[in-house]
T-cell receptor, first 114, second 112 residues
Framework: GAVVSQHPSRVICKSGTSVKIECRSLDFQATTMFWYRQFPKQSLMLMATSNEGSKATYEQGVEKDKFLINHASLTLSTLTVTSAHPEDSSFYIC??????????FGPGTRLTVT | KQEVTQIPAALSVPEGENLVLNCSFTDSAIYNLQWFRQDPGKGLTSLLLIQSSQREQTSGRLNASLDKSSGRSTLYIAASQPGDSATYLC???????????FGRGTSLIVHP
């Protein structure tokens, strides 16, 4: 149980385009979803927290107009990187929670912006 | 603000060795501590979760201990195997938060 999927697993896009990453909880309802970013050999850094049906809460330094997060249902959250640039290339990981303190992590999405 | 440090950053050992990975944290008022495994280009796999009231957890060849007063946790891997090669991350959830703070991880290579 408690499986979280992400799609796509890898994406390459051109600079200036937008890319959408999906995060789904497959066998449970996620009241809260989290988006993390991980650079090579670095720890996971929380970007934002989203609760179903409400606006996401962004961490300091994360541009909310660049990283659009939608949590429209209890099983799906999306992260859209708008006008992507090479410096946005990273590994993006989502996690989901049923409201308690345990988070279930997705497999991650490798974004490469050329 | 909670800070999590993992030592060593990298480790390379021959197969069969017993290993200790270290994690230290600055704020001892924690809710839980979790060890994860991350394979290259992959997401996180939860290995062991220790609640603040617990001293250790065991799963197969893995044993994790927690000493809140000294702000330390260790992950012990017995009889290491090449399949154990991965990055091991320690994450601490503080008492007043739902968000874990991650260390940078220990990159482990077990060679045959």
């Amino acid at each position: 149980g408690a499986v979280v999927s992400q799609h796509p697993s890898r994406v390459i896009c051109k600079s200036g385009t937008s890319v959408k990453i999906e995060c789904r909880s497959l066998d449970f309802q996620a009241t809260t979803m989290f988006w993390y970013r991980q650079f090579p050999k670095q720890s996971l850094m929380l970007m934002a927290t989203s609760n179903e049906g409400s606006k996401a809460t962004y961490e300091q330094g994360v541009e909310k107009d660049k990283f659009l997060i939608n949590h429209a249902s209890l099983t799906l959250s999306t992260l859209t990187v708008t006008s992507a640039h090479p410096e946005d290339s990273s590994f993006y990981i989502c996690s989901a929670s049923t409201g308690g303190r345990e988070q279930y992590f997705g497999p991650g999405t490798r974004l490469t912006v050329t | 603000k909670q800070e999590v440090t993992q030592i060593p950053a990298a480790l390379s050992v021959p197969e069969g060795e017993n290993l200790v990975l270290n994690c230290s944290f600055t704020d001892s008022a924690i809710y839980n501590l979790q060890w994860f495994r991350q394979d290259p280009g992959k997401g996180l796999t939860s290995l062991l979760l220790i609640q603040s009231s617990q001293r250790e957890q065991t799963s197969g060849r893995l044993n994790a201990s927690l000493d809140k007063s000294s702000g330390r946790s260790t992950l012990y891997i017995a009889a290491s195997q090449p399949g154990d090669s991965a990055t091991y991350l320690c994450a601490v959830t503080s008492g007043g938060s739902y968000i874990p703070t991650f260390g940078r991880g220990t990159s482990l290579i077990v060679h045959p």
